[in-house]
């Protein structure tokens, strides 16, 4: 089994919609959650941090449910320019290791 | 742009030679990782380094790699005798402090193709 593990998609939607990724760990002791985001051959960029209460930036909405190990990942009003890779991080111990998926693939299109 | 600075962007080597890549973390950052990814693949953690100590190598491989960060100047990943199975985008990452919810930062990585 994948320390971490996403639906590698791709999704495609329409400008406009509603899109949830979601994401499972496999480490219980697992600190700290974050989705990054990556263009096509270029670097990860954090997106969002990942707090057991959720936490929201605007279209975008983030939920860790500690229990379930499951992290989701809420867009709304999708824009053209969402059209990316959303990679699922995780830290495994007190210090800075994250252990990434593979990725969700978004696609928005006109 | 105070960001993460790697060089080169690509580097071309043929099977047997050494690849040299180097990192500048964020300006006061003195915490900073390597990960390797492969085609197709999610970023696999490789090693965490401090001001000359290594902290982490527990996914580098065995052989041929190897990292520094020295007291002066940028951090180092070095490949010996490089194979094809070594082609891969290196990302170098920083963090101003080692706590797991501080944030890592990327560079925009260096693309090894070997030959």
């Known amino acids: 089994r994948k320390e971490v593990e996403q639906d590698p998609g791709p999704f495609n939607v329409p400008e406009g919609a509603t899109v949830a990724f979601n994401c499972t760990y496999s480490n219980s002791a697992s600190q700290s959650f974050f989705w990054y985001r990556q263009d096509c051959r270029k670097e990860p960029k954090l997106l969002m941090s990942?707090?057991?209460s959720g936490n929201e930036d605007g279209r975008f909405t983030a939920q860790l449910n500690r229990a379930s190990q499951y992290i989701s990942l809420l867009i709304r009003d999708s824009k053209l320019s969402d059209s990316a890779t959303y990679l699922c991080v995780v830290n495994d111990s007190g210090f800075q290791k994250l252990v990434f998926g593979t990725g969700t693939r978004l696609l928005v299109s006109p | 742009n105070a960001g993460v600075m790697q060089n080169p962007r690509h580097l071309v080597r043929r099977r047997g030679q050494e690849a040299r890549l180097r990192c500048s973390p964020v300006?006061?950052?003195?915490?900073v990782y390597w990960y390797r990814q492969l085609p197709e693949e999610g970023l696999k953690f490789m090693v965490y380094?401090?001001?000359?100590?290594?902290?982490?190598e527990s996914g580098m491989p065995k052989e041929r790699f190897s990292a520094e960060f020295p007291k002066e100047g940028p951090s180092i990943l070095r490949i010996q005798q490089v194979v094809r199975g070594d082609s891969a985008a290196y990302f170098c990452?920083?963090?101003?402090?080692?706590?797991?919810?501080?944030?890592?930062?990327f560079g925009d990585g260096t693309r090894l193709s070997i030959l």
């Open positions: 380094l401090q001001k000359e100590n290594i902290i982490d």
């Open positions: 300006k006061g950052h003195s915490h």
């Open positions: 990452a920083s963090s101003r402090g080692q706590r797991g919810e501080e944030p890592q930062h």
């Open positions: 990942v707090y057991s």
